[in-house]
């Protein structure tokens, strides 16, 4: 019988070893991948999902259920009216605050978008501030199903925060498809390694190896690599202040 611990191996993130949430950025299904192997390591392409400790799912199942209630009740909306903002059924948006259910990527998104905040703003456990290194050997990353795709969050999950730096790594022949983020919510992304084709609500734009681009990640937007080689870039995702 599966168990809301099992569900939350594929969930958009996996606990770390130090109490951050890995999650993901723009797949509708994500697993968790081994430990990165450095900069100039090849895209994890048929990676397993690693083994999520039950102690870890409980951490993220109980993280998702304090953040969602904190904030719904924050913002003064019953399930029913986020139920209705977000498209979510009521009685998920119930299961997750209660701890019973570990939601898909697309359904943590969605209520991410509805109340108007980052997607950190879910997974992030309470912690300190300061410095905080974070070793390449020691990271997990999260890989789409067909293995094209790995996201590595280039950040601590220690706090709400409303700038997210993101290590991209997208295969040869890889495309990735994103729904629209919350209004506002931009993206830069740079290349550093082989050739992309980013589309922005079907605006087509090519770059090469140290090009650049800015756009407004509300809209519909995908990511293609049109190189021979695997393709990396660095992306910095922006969102707005929430609006009282």
Known sequence: ????????????????????VA??????????????RGADAEPLHDAEASPLHEEEGDILIVTLAHNLKRLRTRQGLSL????????????????????????SISILWKIARSLNVPFSALTTPSGDSGTVVLRADQAKSLTSR???????????????????FYEL????????????????????????????????????HELS???????EADVPH??????????VMYLVMTYVDPQD
């Not at 999650?23 to 990165?36: I, K, Q």
């Not at 029913?80 to 939601?103: C, D, F, T, Y």
């Not at 280039?154 to 709400?160: H, I, K, V």
């Open 1 to 20: 019988m599966r168990t809301a611990c099992d569900d939350a191996r594929g969930v958009l993130g996996a606990v770390l070893d130090h109490g951050a």
């Open 23 to 36: 999650r993901g950025l723009l797949a509708d299904s994500f697993m968790v991948s081994e430990p990165s």
């Open 80 to 103: 029913e009216r986020l139920s209705a903002r977000s498209g979510v059924s009521r009685s998920m948006l119930g299961q997750i605050e209660q701890g019973r259910s570990a939601p």
């Open 146 to 164: 067909d293995g094209r795709f790995v996201s590595r969050a280039l950040f601590p999950f220690t706090a709400e925060r409303r700038t997210e």
């Open 169 to 204: 790594r997208l295969a040869f022949l890889g495309h990735e498809v994103a729904d629209p983020h919350a209004p506002g919510t931009t993206e830069n992304l740079v290349v550093t390694r082989g050739r992309v084709e980013i589309t922005v609500d079907e605006q087509r």
């Open 209 to 215: 190896a140290g090009d650049a681009i800015r756009f």
């Open 222 to 231: 995908a990511y293609r690599n049109i190189g021979r080689d695997d393709a």
